[in-house]
C-alpha cells in the first residue's frame, strides 16, 4: 500500500430538504410515471427500491426528498455512537445496497462508531455510458445535501462523504462547487483520463479543500491508475489530501473487501476523530 500526500480547496452542498418517515414509500404514485430522457430514471429507481427494500438484511430504508425528487436512502446506525455519520455513494447505474464497495462499507463502518447512510444516485439505463451521466450531474448535489441533512437530524456532529467510480464524479462537482459542513471526503476508483460525464476530475480535486483519500486498485480501471499521479500533483495546496494503492485489488475490490474497509476506516478516524 503506497501513500502521496497532495492538495485541495473546501465544500459545501445546497438545496437540502430533509426526508420523510423510514416507512411508507414515497415512491407509490411513481411507477406509472414515464421514464424521464433529461433526468434520472425514476422507473428503474423505483425497481430498484422495490428489490432492495423486500429484502433488507442490514440497516433501514428511508425516503428522502430534494426538491421534488424522492430517493432512496438506507441507513444503518452505529453499534456504539460516537456522533460521526458517512454518506454512502455508489457508481454508474447502480444502487445503495451494490455488493461491490457499496456494501461492505455500509455495514462495516457502523462497528467502528460511524452512522452510515447508502442513497439513490441518479442512473440512466443499463446501456448508458458516463458520457450519457453528464445531464444528471446537477442532480447529485440537492441529494447529497438531502443526506447531510438526514444524517444531522440523526444526531451526527462529524459527516464524511464517502464515494465509489462515477459516484466520486458526482460528488467532486458537488464538493468543488461549494463550500459545506462535510469535513472529509473518500474517492475510491476516481477515473481521471479525459472527461467523465463531462468533468475532468482533475480539475475538480484541484478545487477541494478538505481533507481527501484518493483511493484505489493496483489492478484499477486504466484510467484511474493512469492518472493517478496527475491527480495527486493537482492537490500541493491542500495538506489532507492522501492517495493510497491498495496491492492486487480491482476496481471493484473483489476478495480485497477487508484492505478496502481497513483502509478507509483507519484514514477516517485519524481525520475524523470523535467529537
Known sequence: MTKTPTTLPTLSILLALVV?????????????????????????????????????????????????????????????DSGRGAIIVHGIGVHPNWPQVVYPLRTALPRDGWSTLAIQMPVLANEATGADYAPLIAES?????????????????????????LGATMVNDALAARPDDVDAYVAIGMSSSGLQAGRDNVELVRRITIPMLDLFGQNDLPAVVSGARERAETAPANPGYHQVQIPGADHFFEGYEEPLIETVVQWLDQTVPTP
Not at 48 to 75: H, K, N, T
Not at 141 to 163: D, F, H, N
Open 141 to 165: 448535489a440537492p441529494r447529497l445535501a438531502a443526506a447531510v441533512a438526514y444524517l444531522k437530524a440523526q444526531g451526527a456532529e462529524r459527516i464524511v462523504i464517502v464515494a465509489h467510480s
Open 20 to 80: 420523510a418517515s423510514p416507512s411508507g414509500p414515497v415512491y407509490a404514485d411513481t411507477a406509472a410515471a414515464p421514464i424521464q430522457t433529461t433526468g434520472s430514471d425514476l422507473g428503474k429507481e423505483l425497481r430498484w427500491r422495490e428489490q432492495i427494500v423486500d429484502s433488507l438484511m442490514d440497516g433501514e430504508a428511508v425516503d428522502l426528498e430534494a426538491g421534488e425528487a424522492s430517493f432512496l436512502g438506507l441507513y444503518t446506525e452505529a453499534e456504539e
